[in-house]
């Protein structure tokens, strides 16, 4: 069995979702969202760092995965987005794990079978395939989402945990 956590960058919410994996089968662990503090920038990067390493400190997962971010018009934001998704990456790295990385549609396509899916179809299939879990809300429901396609796609096989063990 493998534990992956899956992480949905954000500044403000950066949701975050932990399943087991045996195989085919995908168990619900817990989720949640951290939830950004401070006025600087520099402030609210650093609470988003501090709350994602205690979820790490308490779920121990084994295995990581995070939205890769995309490009919007409004440049700014897509600049600090891609600094809240480099704490996504920087958490899971200190704790040794490889990071895997997967465009939306690539999450949406895996687990709602179509790539420009809306929230509520993400979360209306997470609800399906992780049946009983008290989901905290949209970022939570997308960061497990991230944890699922990273199960599907071959990051939480133990092979692949070798391998990227084996090239570090």
């Keep these: 069995m493998i534990r992956v956590i899956g992480i949905d960058p954000g500044l403000r919410n950066m949701g975050w979702g932990v399943i087991d994996v045996a195989g085919s089968r995908v168990t619900h662990v817990a989720n949640g969202i951290c939830q950004s503090e401070g006025a600087e920038l520099a402030a609210r990067l650093l609470s988003l760092h501090a709350q994602l390493t205690r979820v790490m ?5 084994g295995s990581a995965a995070v939205e890769q971010t995309f490009v919007n ?7 600090k987005l891609g600094q809240a998704r480099g704490i996504a990456m920087l958490v899971p790295a200190q704790a040794g794990l490889a990071v895997g990385e997967y465009a939306p549609n690539t999450v949406k396509k895996t ?3 179509v790539g420009h899916a809306d929230k ?3 979360l209306h299939m997470v609800r399906m395939q992780l049946p009983g879990a008290e989901i905290a809300g949209p970022d939570a429901a997308d960061a497990l989402a ?3 396609c990273h199960a599907h796609h071959g990051g939480a096989s133990t092979l692949a945990q070798a391998v990227a063990r084996a090239s570090a």
């Design 57 to 61: 400190v308490t779920y121990r997962p």
């Design 73 to 79: 018009k409004d440049g700014a934001g897509t600049l």
């Design 111 to 113: 687990v709602v079978g």
């Design 120 to 122: 509520g179809q993400v």
């Design 146 to 148: 991230i944890a699922i």
